[in-house]
């Protein structure tokens, strides 16, 4: 997120990462502000990290199974977005994959070969079918064992927080972002969008492929370029396959998404991360999602608005 000279960028902690908020109006006195910013990604970050040992979200995964446990509005929100998107692309986004993973190294653990073995070995249980969400009691229950990960919508989800944050603070025109996933509220003062960078996979100086102008509208990317391991010169991506339970191999570079929420952005860009360019183009088609897929060799195509 590039700052201008009239800009004021607001940023902090976030999820191993940052976050940043730049505004091109911003209130005389910020501080408020940002202690409500920051306490907003925080809670997603308490809730639903996986580095966290007395996360919501690590606390239920070593809940018993059988039982209906209380969770947190927030929590629940993306565990029931999650599904939907899961039955959505034919569960090629796959919440129920944090033991693989942990074992491959993506998370606070180094990569661990015996653990890779029993990940990819154990039988696979996609969380749509051991997952049950009741938000107006606010529960949950799972009638077999799950190892849930949100690493693929939850930034997309904090992003949102974000923009909802600075709507009840009155900020009409802002981008927000959280690393690759980014949301724009209205527009600029000079009723331009806002330009928002889509990464050249590989570039050395994290050039940019393109630029996407953004009005009230959400874009998240994945990419093996972002996050991954190097094994024997061969890059395995942080994204599972969840038909293997291993970093997907052969995966397109990177695949950047537009809707209306940062949350459905993110989540969508993995799944067509995961299901390719051949297969996701037809769902991004059928389903009129917006989506710009960047193979290794420099091939594109592009859905929905980026066809415009």
């Not at 015996?114 to 969380?127: E, F, L």
């Not at 993110?266 to 389903?287: I, Q």
């Amino acid at each position: 997120m590039r700052k201008t000279a009239t800009d004021t960028l607001l940023s902090g902690p976030t999820m191993g990462t940052t976050w940043q908020v730049r505004l091109d109006d911003a209130p005389a006195d910020p501080l408020p502000l940002h202690a409500a910013l920051q306490a907003a990604v925080s809670e997603v970050d308490d809730q639903m990290s996986t580095w966290k040992a007395d996360s919501a979200l690590m606390w239920f995964n070593a809940a018993p199974c059988g039982e209906w446990h209380p969770l947190p509005a927030p929590l629940l929100a993306v565990l029931d977005a999650g599904l939907s998107i899961s039955a959505l692309t034919g569960n090629a986004f796959e919440m129920n994959l944090g033991d693989a993973v942990r074992a491959w190294g993506f998370g606070p653990a180094r990569i661990d070969p015996d653990a890779i073995r029993a990940a990819s070995s154990a039988p696979p249980v996609p969380a749509a079918q051991a997952l049950q969400i009741d938000r107006p009691s606010g529960r949950a229950l799972k009638s077999a064992p799950l190892s849930l990960d949100l690493s693929g919508i939850a930034k997309g989800y904090g992003v949102d927080r974000l923009a909802e944050t600075l709507r009840r603070h009155g900020i009409t025109r802002a981008l927000c972002s959280i690393d690759g996933e980014v949301r724009a509220i209205g527009s600029r003062g000079d009723a331009t969008a806002w330009s928002v960078g889509i990464d050249a996979p590989d570039s050395p100086m994290r050039g940019s492929h393109s630029v996407l102008m953004l009005a009230d509208m959400s874009v998240a990317t994945s990419g093996d370029y972002r996050h991954f391991v190097e094994i024997r010169g061969t890059r395995l991506s942080h994204t599972m396959n969840p038909a293997t339970r291993a970093p997907l191999l052969g995966a397109p570079a990177s695949v950047t998404v537009m809707a209306e929420s940062c949350m459905q952005a993110d989540a969508m860009a993995t799944a067509l991360m995961v299901l390719g360019m051949e297969s996701g183009e037809r769902l991004a088609r059928r389903h009129g999602i917006s989506a710009l897929y960047i193979s290794r060799n420099g091939e594109t195509f592009r859905t929905g608005h980026f066809a415009m």
